[in-house]
């Protein structure tokens, strides 16, 4: 329950009410068919119906390019099949649209070498056809998913570019360094990137900041930085506030964040200065150790800086501080980010409710969430999970099912805790039946997985069981 959710689904309808004096069925809303006066739809002048005589079958076959797709890797075949698609006087291809599809085709089933061989025969037999940048990246990007060992197929594919009068560009890098990667080749994106920086085609910052992403991902930390200094050293292609804030983002997911704060005062020594995504990506690592005093230290230090924060900052600090136990300090930040024009959201209300419910004060939560319907601010899923689970653990069951049946009759899922927490509390107060209709309710709704679902359940039975036999349940 302590996540930070990435996304809110809006509940349908507020539970305020149902939670002070709950009925027993929930009534569902009339609709009407007929749409409101401001939603009637346009009625528009019907255009003249003047008839166009259709283009003859032969007209339209000329126009369109066939489509070609090669099962076989036969040099031979390919250039029979080209021959004869060029000799057609009523489907022979023109466009460079066509030449570029039919080579691809061929090079994802044929070996670099043949598909070199195929351009040429295209080139030398069909002389309007012209190869641009693009007809030579098809070769480029083969090259590089090639089983090879080393970059030889990429430097012949490289070199080709070149006699051909198209030398390597900031498009060819990328090209090359995105395929490579693609392909888990990371450590010859490396050398190619070298290689490519010395030969006068650098990459751009787009090129480079993709690859420090992708390094940070697959390798370990000393090897990122290793390459940033050799580049720049050697390159003079320096990090941008984009290549830390990627570093930053890293460091702070693995929980280092020692390693997160350096680069911090790296950034500054840089000329840089830290924008609200730098500070909010610092502020979440430290709300993944709950340490709320470090998390407050960067909302402070970002103002001090006059980095103005946004509703993910506050949402962060609340969630932070919430979450480390200090909620009376977080619920003052809601008064502070109202004033500050970022109005309380979803998010922000069931962070709050999160640290509500783990210090047990889980009605203070529901009051929270009177207040939060008071304000206009719906209530979404993780809200009634993180309110169920509270009321669950504070032994507040009567509430929790109250609550439960508001959830199944909007048709909301049920989070494995909530849902856990909620069969276990069933099943200890001797409620068996109930636990199973939840439990029916989950794989209905596909809340959990049938087997992660019965689970659950089963373990509980046995603990009760268990339990029973040795006098510590009724």
């Known amino acids: 329950m302590g996540k930070i959710p990435p996304a809110f689904r809006t509940a349908r309808f507020p539970v305020t009410t149902l939670l002070k004096n709950p009925p027993s069925v929930l009534p569902q809303q009339q609709q009407s068919s007929t749409p409101p006066p401001s939603q009637k739809p346009h009625h528009f002048p019907k255009k003249s119906s003047k008839k166009k005589h259709p283009k003859s079958s032969a007209t339209t ?17 390919a250039k029979t099949l080209f021959n004869s698609l060029i000799s057609s006087s009523t489907t022979a291809p023109v466009d460079l649209k066509f030449f570029n599809s039919f080579l691809q085709s061929f090079a994802t089933v044929s070996t670099l070498n043949d598909s070199i061989s195929l351009l ?7 002389p309007p056809f012209s ?82 992403r992708h390094l940070c991902k697959t390798r370990a930390l000393s090897t990122v930085n290793n390459f940033i200094k050799e580049m720049r050293d050697s390159f003079e292609i320096k990090p941008d506030l984009v290549t830390y804030t990627i570093m930053i983002d890293n460091v702070c997911n693995s ?32 709300c993944m150790l709950s340490e709320g005093s470090e998390v407050l230290w960067v909302y402070k230090k970002m103002k001090e800086e006059g980095v103005e924060p946004d509703i993910v900052t506050y949402n962060t600090l609340i969630f932070g501080l919430s979450k480390s136990g200090r909620v009376k300090e977080a619920r003052k930040f809601l008064d502070v980010m109202a004033e ?96 199973y209709e939840v439990f029916d309710y989950a794989i209905e709704s596909k809340s959990l997985k049938h087997v992660a679902a019965y689970m659950t359940l089963e373990s509980t039975l046995k603990w009760l069981k268990k339990a029973k036999e040795q006098g510590l349940a009724i």
């Open 120 to 126: 040429r025969h295209m080139i030398n037999t069909h």
């Open 340 to 435: 500050m024009g970022h109005f309380p959201d979803a998010i922000t209300y069931t962070s709050m409710m999160n640290g509500m419910c783990r210090e047990g004060n889980a009605l203070g939560a529901l009051e929270l969430l009177v207040e939060m319907e008071a304000k206009g601010c719906s209530p979404n899923s993780c809200t009634y999970n993180t309110l169920l689970h509270g009321l669950c653990k504070s032994k507040l069951l009567e509430k929790g099912i109250e609550l439960y049946g508001v959830m199944k009759a909007g048709g909301m899922q049920l989070e494995t805790d909530s849902y856990g927490t909620f069969v276990r509390a069933l099943c200890r107060n001797g409620r068996i039946a109930e636990a």
């Open 255 to 286: 929980k280092n964040l020692r390693e997160a704060t350096r680069l911090l005062g790296v950034l500054a020594e840089g000329g840089f200065k830290p924008d609200r995504y730098v500070y909010n990506t610092l502020m979440k690592g430290y």
């Open 131 to 212: 190869p641009d940048r693009s007809t030579y990246h098809i070769l480029l990007s083969q090259s590089c998913k090639s089983p090879d060992s080393s970059l030889s197929s990429v430097r012949q594919a490289l070199k080709l570019m070149v006699t051909d009068g198209f030398p390597p560009d900031k498009v060819t890098t990328d090209i090359a360094i995105r395929t490579l990667c693609s392909v888990g080749r990371e450590d010859d994106a490396i050398e190619l990137i070298k290689e490519l920086s010395h030969n006068h085609s650098p990459p751009d910052t787009y090129t480079y900041n993709f690859l420090i």
């Open 61 to 77: 076959q000329a126009l369109k390019s066939p489509i070609i797709t090669f099962n076989s890797p036969n040099l031979s075949e």
